[in-house]
C-alpha cells in the first residue's frame, strides 16, 4: 500500500513539475490589444455616469489562497515548494481571467441569457422564485441545479430556452461577432487608464496618452501570458467589452454585468473551464471562496451596478479609501465606527480622475493592488475577529447561565454595604457602559443595537450560530434592564459621591474611551485595572478541569461577564456597519465604485451635478430683471441675486427587506440677495456698497479687471450634528456679509461718466448697456465652469498615437478634435468626417483637404476630398455639420460619398452605369 501511494505521489510530482516546465518555456502574447475610448470626465459628469453601465472593468485578483493550497499540495507530495506555489497562482489568475471572458462572450453572442437584476419586472418565473428563496446566500443548491441547466444549453445541450424558464428574445444580446472583449493584464498604470488620472484635456496629457499606447508593451500585455516575471499574487486585469452592433448597452448593461456575477461564481465551482487552464490545479482551486479573491471594479466614473442611497453602496464604496497609497486604515477600524453616512457627508465633495487613488506612484500595478489588497485584508480580519470573538462568547455565556442568573451574580456583588475604590470603579464602569449600550432612557446607543438584529447580512453571520441573532439580543436586553436598575439604585444610595473618591478611568473599556474622548494616559496607571475576582473563584472557565489563571478565565465575576457581555453587542453593531464590505456573505463577487467618489454623493443626494447649471440660468434671469428695474435710470441701486447650494441636512435610516436605506432630506435651494449702491452716478467716483442680510455672499459688483479695493465683513455660523441613531442633521446656518470697495475700472468709471454727461436724465442708456452686458457676461463665465458644469471628452488611443507620430508631438489644435475621439484635421468637422469613412469602409483615410469647388445651399453644409486604400482615386464626401462638430449627419444615400473615379464608384457601389 505505501510503495503503491509513493508512486502516486511520485507520478503526480513528475507531471506537475513537467507542466511547469513547459509553461515557462511558453512565450509571452504579442497579439494587438485593443482599447476602449477613455472617457474623460469632470466632477459634474463623473456624477452622472455613476448612474450608467461600464462597458471596462478591473478584476482585481489576489493569488494568495491559490498560492497557499498549492504550496501544502507541493509540501504533501513532496515537490518544490516555492515553483509550484508560483505556478498555482500563476495558473489562478489566468483560469479566472478566461472564464470571465468566456462568460462575457457566451453572454455577448447570445450563448448564455441575460438574468435580470430588477425581479419586479422580470417575466422569469422560475428564477425570480429562486432569486427571492436564495437571497445572496453564499451557496443554494436549487439555483445552482437552474444555472446548470442554463450553462449546459450555453455548450450545446439543445433544449428549448423556454423548457428552462420563460425566456424571450428579449433576455439575449444579439451581437454577430463573437470576440466581444479585449482581456488585458496590468503592469503599471500609464496613459492608457489616462482618464483615471485627467479631468480635462490638455496637449500634455494626450501627448502621455500617445506615448503609453505605442509603448504599449512596457504597460500591458495579454490577460492570458505566462511570462514568469508578471506579478500573479497581486494581479489587476482589464476587461474592455466592444458593445457596437450589441444593442443599447446602456439599458441592459446592469443586467449584464449582474449576469456575469452570477455565472462567474457558478462556473468557477461547477464547469470544467479552471480545470482546462490548469490540468493539474484546476479542481483543487473550487475549494477556493472566489468571492473572497477577487474584486470586480469599473474602470472609471461608470458603476457595474446602478449605486443606491443605501448602507451596502455606502460601505462598499468607503473600500476605496484603502486604496489609497500608504497604511490607511478607516472608519471600520474604529471601536466605534460612524458608519459610512457620516463618511460620504464629511468627505463631501473632492477631487475625481486627478489620481486621488496614486495610481501613478507605484513602479507597477502589483505594487498598488498589494497596497490595496493588505490594508482590505487587515479591515476584513479586524471584523472578522470582532464578529467570531462576539458569537463565541454570548454563546458560551447565555449556554452557562440565563439572563436572570447573571443579574443575580451581579446584584450581591452591586450592594454589600461598603466598598473598596476598586470595587467602585469596577461598579462605575459597569453602570456607565450598560447605560450607553442598554439604557433605553438614554438611548446612546440602543436604538443602533435594537437594528442590529433586523439586518439581513448579520442574520447570515449568525447562520453558524448554534444560538440565533434575536436570541443573543433577547438575552443581552433581558440582562441590561435589571443592570440598569441595579445601577438606579446606586446613584440614589449616591455610593460614587464621597469624599476624595475619582475613577480610574483607564479601567473603562476602549470603546468607551474613545465614545467619550476619554484620553490615553500619558502615564501607564499605577493602579491594576484587571477584573477582581472578590475574593472567589473566576465565575467561567473555558475549561474547568485547567487551572483558573490567565486563558483559561473567561470572565472573573458577575460584573466582569456583564461588562463582557455588553462589549460583545456593541462590537456586533460596530461590525454591522461595515458588514456588507467586509463580511464574507455575497454570492458573487463585490464591485465597489474604487475609482468615482461621486457614486454614493449623487445617490444620496449629496451632491447634485446639474445645480451649477440651474444657478447660472437662474442668476441670468435675475440679473435681467434688475437691469430692466435699475439700468436704464439714474438710480444708484442694484440688486444683486445669487441661489444657494441644495444640501442634505439628514440622513435618515430605515430598515426594508433586513437592509439599511438611508432617506436624504434635503433643504432646498434659497435664494441669497445683496442691494448694492452704487455711488459712481452720485459723486462721480466709482465707489460702491454692497449689504446681503441673508448671505456671506463676496463683494463682486465690478465685474472687470482695474485697480479694486475692497473691504468686507462676513460671517456664517452653523452646526453639523451626527446622532447616535445613524442619522446625520446640519443646522442651518446663519450668514450676513456688509461689503464695499472703490475700483478704477469700465464699470465704475462708465457709471459715473455717464451721470455727469447724461445730466440726470430719466433714461441713461449707458448704464442699461453696461448692466445688461454684465448679465450676459455673468453667464457666460458661469456656463464655463469646467469642475461643476457636466463634461465629457472621449479619447481614441489609437487616433491620439497617429497624431503624436506625424507631428512628433501634440499640436494645441488638435486637443479639442482628439477630445472627440476622432483624429486630428483641420477642422473639428473634417475630423468627424474622416472618422464617419474609416468606420463605413473600413480603410483608413491617407489624405484629406476641403472640397471648396461646389457651392453649399447651407452654412453647415459641408464637403471633403478623401484618398484612401479603398480605391485609387478621390471619393468625395458631404455632410452637415456645425462649427463646433457637435451635428454632424451624412446622407442616406451611399453616407454622401460619390467616388470620382470608376474605381472608387465601384467600391462604393454606385457605378449604375459601368463607368
Excluded at 498615437?801 to 482628439?818: M, R, S
Aim: charged share 20%.
Amino acid at each position: 500500500m505505501r510503495i503503491q501511494e509513493s508512486c502516486t505521489h511520485l507520478l503526480m510530482s513528475t507531471i506537475l513539475l513537467c507542466s511547469m516546465s513547459a509553461r515557462a518555456q511558453t512565450a509571452a502574447s504579442s497579439s494587438d490589444i485593443q482599447l476602449n475610448n477613455l472617457r474623460v470626465t469632470n466632477r459634474a459628469q463623473c456624477a452622472l455616469d455613476s448612474e450608467i453601465p461600464t462597458d471596462s472593468v478591473f478584476l482585481v485578483v489576489d493569488g494568495y489562497n491559490a498560492g497557499k493550497l498549492s504550496y501544502s499540495l507541493a509540501k504533501n507530495i513532496g515537490a518544490d515548494t516555492t515553483a509550484m506555489s508560483t505556478a498555482g497562482m500563476q495558473d489562478f489568475r489566468i483560469a479566472v481571467a478566461t472564464l470571465t471572458k468566456t462568460i462575457i462572450n457566451r453572454i455577448m453572442d447570445g450563448s448564455l441569457p441575460l438574468l435580470p437584476l430588477n425581479l419586479k419586472t422580470s417575466k422569469l418565473q422560475g428564477y425570480n422564485a429562486l432569486a427571492v428563496k436564495c437571497d445572496k446566500k453564499t451557496y443554494c443548491p436549487e439555483l445552482n441545479t437552474y444555472l446548470s441547466r442554463i450553462w449546459e444549453n450555453s455548450q450545446g445541450a439543445g433544449v428549448s430556452w423556454s423548457k428552462i424558464d420563460n425566456f424571450t428574445g428579449a433576455n439575449f444580446v444579439k451581437s454577430k461577432a463573437r470576440d466581444r472583449v479585449a482581456c488585458s493584464y496590468l503592469k503599471k498604470f500609464s496613459g492608457l487608464q489616462g482618464h483615471l488620472h485627467t479631468s480635462l484635456l490638455d496637449a500634455a496629457s494626450l501627448q502621455d496618452m500617445a506615448q503609453s499606447y505605442i509603448n504599449s508593451q512596457k504597460n500591458i500585455t495579454s490577460c492570458e501570458d505566462r511570462d514568469s516575471s508578471l506579478d500573479s499574487r497581486n494581479a489587476i486585469i482589464q476587461l474592455d467589452l466592444k458593445t457596437d452592433g450589441a444593442g443599447d448597452f446602456a439599458q441592459y448593461g446592469f443586467d449584464f454585468w449582474n449576469s456575469v456575477k452570477i455565472y462567474l461564481s457558478f462556473a468557477w465551482r461547477y464547469s470544467l473551464i479552471p480545470s482546462q487552464v490548469s490540468p493539474q490545479m484546476g479542481e483543487i482551486f473550487k475549494s477556493i471562496a472566489l468571492e473572497e479573491s477577487v474584486m470586480m471594479v469599473p474602470n472609471g466614473c461608470k458603476s457595474v451596478e446602478k449605486p443606491s442611497c443605501d448602507a451596502e453602496t455606502l460601505s462598499l464604496n468607503s473600500i476605496r479609501e484603502l486604496a489609497k497609497s500608504g497604511n490607511n486604515p478607516i472608519d471600520s477600524f474604529k471601536e466605534n465606527p460612524e458608519g459610512p453616512e457620516k463618511g460620504a457627508i464629511n468627505n463631501g465633495a473632492r477631487s475625481v480622475n486627478e489620481d486621488f487613488l496614486g495610481t501613478r506612484s507605484y513602479q507597477e500595478a502589483a505594487d498598488w493592488v498589494e497596497n490595496f489588497r493588505k490594508n482590505f485584508v487587515q479591515n476584513r480580519g479586524s471584523m472578522k475577529n470582532r464578529l467570531q470573538s462576539s458569537i463565541q462568547f454570548l454563546n458560551v455565556m447565555s449556554g452557562a447561565m440565563s439572563a436572570p442568573e447573571l443579574a443575580e451574580f451581579v446584584k450581591p456583588l452591586a450592594f454589600v454595604g461598603t466598598y473598596s475604590k476598586t470595587h467602585r470603579d469596577e461598579l462605575y464602569y459597569l453602570c456607565t457602559e450598560t447605560r450607553l449600550a442598554a439604557d433605553q432612557r438614554l438611548d446612546f446607543m440602543k436604538s443602533g443595537i435594537d437594528k442590529v438584529k433586523n439586518l439581513s447580512v448579520m442574520k447570515k453571520a449568525f447562520e453558524v450560530s448554534p444560538k440565533s441573532l434575536d436570541q443573543m439580543a433577547e438575552y443581552f436586553d433581558s440582562a441590561g434592564r435589571q443592570i440598569v436598575g441595579f445601577c438606579d439604585s446606586l446613584e440614589r444610595q449616591n455610593i460614587w459621591n464621597v469624599a476624595g473618591y475619582q475613577v480610574n478611568k483607564d479601567g473603562f473599556k476602549p470603546w468607551v474611551k474613545e465614545l467619550l474622548n476619554i484620553p490615553q494616559a500619558e502615564v501607564p496607571a499605577v493602579v491594576d485595572t484587571a477584573p477582581s475576582l472578590y475574593g472567589q473563584a473566576p465565575l467561567l472557565l473555558w475549561d474547568k478541569s485547567k487551572p483558573a489563571e490567565g486563558g483559561n478565565i473567561i470572565c472573573a465575576s458577575g460584573i466582569d461577564c456583564a461588562r463582557k457581555m455588553t462589549k460583545a453587542m456593541v462590537d456586533l453593531y460596530a461590525v454591522s456597519k461595515y458588514a456588507d464590505a467586509f463580511l464574507p456573505v455575497s454570492s458573487t463577487v463585490s464591485s465597489p465604485d474604487v475609482f468615482n467618489p461621486y457614486a454614493e454623493l449623487k445617490a444620496c443626494k449629496i451632491y447634485d451635478p446639474w445645480y451649477q447649471t440651474r444657478r447660472a440660468n437662474k442668476r441670468l434671469f435675475a440679473d435681467l430683471a434688475s437691469t430692466a428695474l435699475f439700468g436704464w435710470n439714474a438710480l444708484p441701486l442694484y440688486v444683486d441675486v445669487d441661489f444657494s447650494a441644495p444640501k442634505v441636512t439628514s440622513l435618515k435610516q430605515m430598515i426594508d427587506n433586513g437592509t439599511v436605506k438611508f432617506d436624504p432630506v434635503l433643504q432646498k435651494s434659497k435664494m441669497q440677495y445683496s442691494i448694492l449702491a452704487d455711488f459712481g452716478p452720485l459723486v462721480g467716483a466709482p465707489c460702491a456698497v454692497s449689504i446681503a442680510p441673508n448671505s456671506a455672499k463676496a463683494f463682486d459688483f465690478y465685474a472687470f479687471n482695474g485697480i479694486t479695493m475692497n473691504y468686507c465683513d462676513s460671517r456664517s455660523n452653523g452646526t453639523s450634528i451626527g446622532e447616535v441613531n445613524g442619522n446625520v442633521n446640519n443646522n442651518q446656518p446663519r450668514s450676513r456679509a456688509y461689503c464695499g470697495g472703490c475700483s478704477i475700472n469700465f464699470v465704475g468709471v462708465t457709471s459715473s461718466a455717464a451721470m455727469t454727461s447724461g445730466g440726470w436724465l430719466p433714461v441713461n442708456p449707458i448704464k442699461l448697456g453696461i448692466y445688461f452686458f454684465r448679465s450676459i457676461q455673468r453667464f457666460v463665465q458661469a456656463k464655463k465652469d469646467k469642475v461643476n458644469i457636466p463634461l465629457a471628452q472621449e479619447v481614441n488611443l489609437k487616433k491620439t498615437a497617429e497624431t503624436y507620430q506625424k507631428y512628433g508631438f501634440i499640436p494645441e489644435h488638435c486637443v479639442e478634435q482628439l477630445g472627440a475621439g476622432v483624429g486630428c484635421y483641420h477642422s473639428i468637422c473634417a475630423a468627424k468626417a474622416a472618422d464617419f469613412f474609416e468606420k463605413t469602409t473600413g480603410r483608413k483615410v491617407e489624405e484629406l483637404v476641403p472640397d471648396t469647388s461646389a457651392p453649399t445651399t447651407s452654412s453647415i453644409t459641408k464637403a471633403v476630398i478623401i484618398k484612401s486604400s479603398l480605391c485609387s482615386g478621390e471619393v468625395r464626401l458631404k455632410f452637415n455639420c456645425s462649427d463646433d462638430g457637435k451635428k454632424f449627419s451624412t446622407y442616406e444615400r451611399f453616407g454622401g460619398m460619390y467616388g470620382r473615379t470608376k474605381e472608387c464608384r465601384d467600391a462604393i457601389g454606385q457605378n449604375f452605369w459601368g463607368r
